[in-house]
């Protein structure tokens, strides 16, 4: 009975180290639908400290972190009065813009995750569960691979950017990318690359 016992476990253990092999290669393809959204406290673990460029700090402080706050607001509720919606908090004509991964299944979205965090990190740089990873960031070509948007373009702005918003005044997108940049430093870029990443 022991070693029947042995043998189902072993089974069982080349089965799970397959399906781990299997799920592993098909979870770093980048149009996989297994990159699943983190939130935005994934990201500050790392990018709110002064030697990576405070990318957390700049996302804090603009419109984007207020986003879904927004919606909670007196003038939202003006807003959503003049367009016929009833609450502004809970109508995806307004989520849709205000929130990250909006609609999006459970399965894509982990626990640390929360939508009243507004238009976070990943609603321009991709799902992050694969490329969060330090040992897959420092690597410019592993990150793409799992998933990273480095240079989201004018494009992912104007998805909500755009005239089918109740508040649209124009938008110029090099003036509106400016305002949110968030570079790396030089000098992080060059020890990363003594680490054995890329730049």
């Known amino acids: 009975m022991r070693r029947l016992r042995q043998g189902v476990v072993a089974v069982m253990l080349l089965v799970a180290g397959g399906a781990g092999a299997l799920l592993e290669s098909v979870h770093a393809r980048a149009d996989s639908i297994l990159h699943r959204y983190v939130g935005v406290e994934t990201c500050e673990i790392c990018h709110s400290s002064q030697r990576i460029g405070r990318q957390f700090f700049v996302w804090a402080a603009s419109p984007h972190a207020r986003a879904y706050q927004d919606l909670l607001t007196p003038k939202a509720r003006e807003i959503a009065s003049r367009l016929k919606i009833a609450n502004p908090a809970k109508d995806g004509r307004c989520l849709s813009c205000h929130v990250t991964a909006y609609r ?79 570079p790396i430093p030089k000098e992080y870029k060059k020890e990363t690359v003594e680490m054995g990443g890329e730049p």
């Open 104 to 182: 999006k299944p459970l399965p894509e979205i982990l626990s640390t995750f929360r939508m009243t965090d507004g238009v976070q990190c990943e609603s321009c740089h991709g799902p992050g569960e694969d490329y969060a990873h330090f040992s897959v960031m420092i690597n410019r070509s592993k990150s793409k691979l799992a998933g990273l948007v480095l240079r989201p373009d004018e494009n992912t702005c104007k998805t909500c950017h755009n005239p089918a918003s109740p508040t649209f005044k124009g938008f110029d997108y090099h003036t509106a990318r400016a305002r949110i940049a968030h």
